[in-house]
């Protein structure tokens, strides 16, 4: 019913009479930023949570399918080491040695998924690519990839023809087959003669001299290798048995696993966030640059629980970070989720914000929360009982989230309904009750379970976009204000040298601004009485910036605002920082050569001041907000525009530099105009 601009990308957004804006696209639920080429990176990632999607796929055909991808890039790269090493993001020296690790991990992740060891992998691995040689009816018609796989619905049209076709075809039958292979392995001569094989498949009239007869040894399940339990073979299970439609909460449940478990850190990482923004709300500027400043800045009691809950932040990140820019659902510039984040990373990711890199706090929280939702829905839909139980984020507690750990939880409840048959000289039999398996996963971790909103994440809200022009209204309702002398501007400016007690100034004017437009206050008052006896807030000020805020009163407020906030933009100016980096770049056009020569005249007066600093406070108070252009036209005369900002404020503008004034100079200008002004004036008064 209403439109404004994207404070990420300033897209306008919304409508009007429920008519959307145009360009409007309905949102995807699950967004996939995935780029073509190789990006899975290093190899050792692959364990990580955010690598284990697998396009819906039960594990060991996806890993399967990894497989023969890394096998053909690798006979490519035997003949066209260029052409391969170009697939790859990021770039590596040598694609072989890469994806030779990438093809061992594949091994290892099919073993775990299958739940064989390495040798029923091999035979696995040796049977789906004879299988390949034998014709298979394909299920849709027409096939849904080309010759080329030229596009990314092509590559994902073979993959899912490769997976229902062939491969889950053939692993169907592939206990059977396994057994075959080994029957036909043990009558081969070569390998029958080994003692070793014949222990473990059981002939009795084998014993080691060495030992006596009746030793343990001679038993051949010591020789056997009993099938390992891990999520996911449970998956290939569940798969082999069609669970996607019988069994679709275990299903589920089971492909988002790896990321699931991770959701029982949403609660800590909820409680860092509200201490940090309670921390940090309304500050003018962070004092710490990196996380590992800001912990060394805490004695030991606090410092054991920021540790703690950081290190959660952290982990939580890194092993989500892969996920969070492919499929989260706030968009993560890219440069945000390329490395891991740790105590050398700007603190600003741990701040929960709508922009910058405090989106990466915000989209962790956003992501977990979904993944949470996502399982209480496959719940609801499974059972057929919505609650419409739902709980704000403000409110979360430990007992609300979806909670397990896999050693502990999860895999004693898989044993207790898991059934062992023995044979001599045969594999351990393993049966399932995989329909109890799924009752009291639900029962146990999902049931009763609320929907997260999104509404009530904590929002660290800056100081400086808080709405000070109406702060400043309520203030000169209450308290009469007046414009500070120039000797005194003067004195301000020399007493406050550096950038950090330039904000602690700042700040200190700010919370007093904000006392005095609810509670306001006698207009003569020094403000050095009113921070001591009123707000109890001197004691660990440092003494020579006390002293230069005591040379105002409390009439003096809004224009000791006034000054502090320019003199904080000057001063980042001076070391190499813009002070203007998130405004439109609409209003930083650079001056013509001639306008500069024509503010060579206005800089000379000394009421230049006062204009420059109103200019500033019309940059910071309406030109920073991302619909300003809308409202504020970048090609006005920004003389004109200034005159109709002091009007509007009851203020004259000086008639010693109307004149000189350039009015060629427009809006789209001014931050240039106002950086070379007050750099020329400081120039003058230095020499």
């Known amino acids: 019913m209403q439109t404004s601009r994207c404070l990420e990308c300033k897209a306008e957004i919304g409508g009007t009479n429920h008519d959307p804006v145009q360009g409007f696209q309905v949102m995807q639920t699950q967004r996939d930023s995935t780029k073509s080429g190789h990006i899975l990176g290093d190899a050792q990632r692959r364990d990580l949570p955010d690598m284990q999607d697998t396009k819906n796929m039960s594990p060991a055909p996806f890993a399967l ?15 066209k080491t260029q052409s391969v090493q170009q697939i790859i993001i990021p770039a590596v020296p040598d694609p072989g040695p890469f ?8 091994m290892e992740q099919l073993s775990r998924a299958l739940g064989k060891g390495v040798d029923d992998t091999d035979s696995t691995i040796h049977l789906i690519i004879h299988s390949l040689l034998e014709p298979h009816p394909t299920s849709q018609r027409p096939v849904p990839y080309d010759q080329t796989l030229s596009t990314k619905d092509a590559r994902n049209g073979w993959e899912n023809a490769m997976n229902n076709d062939v491969i889950t075809r053939q692993l169907k039958d592939l206990d059977n087959q396994l057994k075959e292979v080994s029957a036909f392995i043990r009558k081969d001569e070569r390998v029958s003669s080994n003692p070793v094989m014949k222990l473990t498949f059981g002939k009795p009239e084998l014993f080691l001299r060495c030992l006596p007869k009746n030793f343990l040894i001679h038993n051949s399940s010591i020789w056997s290798c009993r099938r390992k339990v891990s999520m996911l073979s449970l998956a290939h299970i569940v798969e082999q048995n069609n669970g996607r439609d019988t069994l679709p909460v275990l299903w589920r449940f089971l492909q988002r696993d790896a990321e699931l478990r991770l959701v029982r850190f949403l609660p800590d990482i909820l409680v860092l966030q509200r201490d940090l923004v309670k921390k940090f709300q309304n500050m003018t500027d962070l004092n710490f640059k990196t996380i590992g ?10 410092l054991t629980w920021y540790e703690k809950y950081i290190k959660i932040f952290l982990s939580t990140w890194n092993q989500l970070r892969v996920s969070l820019a492919t499929t989260g659902e706030i968009k993560l510039p890219a440069e945000y989720t390329q490395e891991d984040l740790g105590l050398k990373t700007d603190l600003q990711v741990l701040l929960p914000q709508r922009q910058g890199l405090g989106l990466c706090s915000t989209a962790l929280v956003s992501y977990l929360i979904t993944l949470h939702n996502d399982l209480v829905y496959t719940v609801e839909k499974h059972t057929g009982e919505e609650s419409g139980y739902t709980v704000s984020p403000a409110d979360l507690t430990e007992l609300h989230v979806i909670r397990y750990e896999s050693e502990r939880d999860l895999l004693p409840l898989i044993l207790s309904n898991c059934q062992y048959s023995m044979e001599c000289g045969q594999e351990t039999l393993m049966e399932y009750d995989l329909p109890k398996i799924q009752h009291q996963i639900i029962t146990r971790f999902l049931q009763g379970k609320p929907r997260i909103t999104l509404t009530g994440i904590p929002t660290l809200v800056n100081r400086q976009d808080r709405n ?7 203030v000169k309702s209450k308290v009469q204000q007046e414009l500070l002398q120039p000797l005194t501007q003067h004195n301000l400016v020399k007493e406050l040298q550096s950038y950090r007690d330039v904000c602690e100034a700042l700040s200190t004017a700010e919370l007093a601004l904000g006392f005095l437009a609810l509670t306001g206050g006698e207009p003569h008052v020094p403000l050095g009485t009113y921070l001591t006896e009123v707000l109890k807030m001197t004691d660990n000020m440092a003494p020579h910036i006390f002293k230069a805020l005591s040379r105002c009163c409390l009439r003096h407020c809004v224009a000791l605002w006034q000054l502090l906030s320019s003199l904080k933009s000057e001063t980042m100016i001076s070391l190499k920082r813009d002070p203007f980096e998130s405004f439109s770049e609409e209003y930083k056009h650079p001056l013509q050569e001639e306008h500069k020569t024509t503010l060579n005249s206005f800089c000379t007066k000394s009421s230049a001041g006062a204009v420059l600093l109103e200019i500033h406070e019309l940059l910071l108070l309406v030109l920073k907000d991302p619909n300003a252009t809308d409202t504020f036209r970048p090609d006005w005369g920004l003389k004109d525009t200034v005159v109709s900002y002091m009007e509007r404020k009851n203020l004259d503008f000086p008639s010693e530099v109307e004149e000189l004034f350039p009015e060629e100079i427009l809006l789209s200008q001014c931050i240039d105009m106002w950086k070379y002004s007050v750099g020329l004036r400081k120039e003058r008064n230095q020499s």
């Open 65 to 79: 399918l990894r497989l023969f991808t890394h096998m053909a890039m690798l006979l490519g790269a035997g003949k």
């Open 99 to 106: 994806l030779v690790a990438h093809l061992l991990k594949d």
């Open 293 to 302: 400043e800001f912990l060394d800045s805490h004695k030991e009691a606090s």
């Open 468 to 474: 000070y022009e109406i702060i400043f209204k309520d």
